[in-house]
């Protein structure tokens, strides 16, 4: 079983600070997503990485995959109370469908004003 | 293009009753997954369509199944519900082609099982 362990699982910081949220694994993932999800909604797609190595940067946000493609990081720069939400890792494990996703548990961010 | 749409948006059943939830998956996309989103459990894999055959199926029971039409809609549904059944279902979908990697969710279902 391939699992994706997240961390931290509850982040609670004050407007303007930095944060990184961690995926790891033990297993090599083909391609790894990141999702932010509001509460009663889906998952919606921040990003998409799948070389290893490769960073990525959208505004403010800012994600890597690890060169051996078994970890991955989200870094917020200058956080906003908009940014407040659930922020979900998920990955493809090697060998598996692109269809069968592979969640980590979670970071719930609160972002203080 | 439209997103993903899922239908109905929320549902409450009892406990023994069977659902069916529909999903609409984004135009020219072929495949859609299923999720279970729990408090505890987290995000879920139940089952992928693609061109309506099942490609993979996660560790759910029997009483949890799903189909896919041709024109790629997909249904799932749940029969003799428990109390635990009670979660946020999710459909997904993506293109076979550039981006495969990526799949676009829908808004969901939360369905609450008394």
């Known amino acids: 079983t391939q699992l994706l362990e997240q961390s931290p699982q509850f982040l609670s910081i004050q407007e303007g600070e930095n944060l990184t949220v961690y995926c790891n694994s033990s297993?090599?993932?083909?391609?790894l997503q990141w999702y932010r999800q509001e509460p009663g909604e889906g998952p919606v797609l921040l990003v998409t990485?799948?070389?290893?190595?490769e960073v990525k940067k959208l505004k403010r946000l800012t994600f890597q995959f690890g060169d051996a493609r078994k970890d991955s990081s989200l870094h917020i720069t200058a956080a906003q109370p908009g940014d407040t939400g659930l922020y979900l890792c998920a990955g493809h494990a090697g060998g598996t469908s692109y269809g069968k996703l592979t969640f980590g548990q979670g970071t719930i961010l609160t972002v203080h004003p | 293009k439209a997103g993903v749409t899922q239908t109905p948006r929320y549902l409450i059943k009892t406990r023994g009753q069977q659902v069916t939830l529909s999903c609409s998956p984004i135009s020219g996309h072929r495949s859609v997954s299923w999720y279970q989103q729990t408090p505890g459990q987290g995000l879920q894999f139940l089952f992928e369509?693609?061109?309506?055959?099942?490609?993979n199926k996660g560790n759910f029971p029997g009483r949890f199944s799903g189909r896919q039409f041709s024109n790629s809609r997909s249904e799932m549904n749940v029969s003799t519900l428990e109390l635990g059944d009670s979660a946020l279902y999710l459909c997904a979908s993506r293109d076979s082609g550039g981006g495969k990697e990526t799949q676009y969710f829908g808004p969901g279902t939360r369905l609450l099982v008394l």
């Open positions: 369509y693609f061109s309506e055959t099942q490609r």
């Open positions: 990485v799948v070389t290893g190595g």
């Open positions: 297993s090599v993932f083909s391609s």
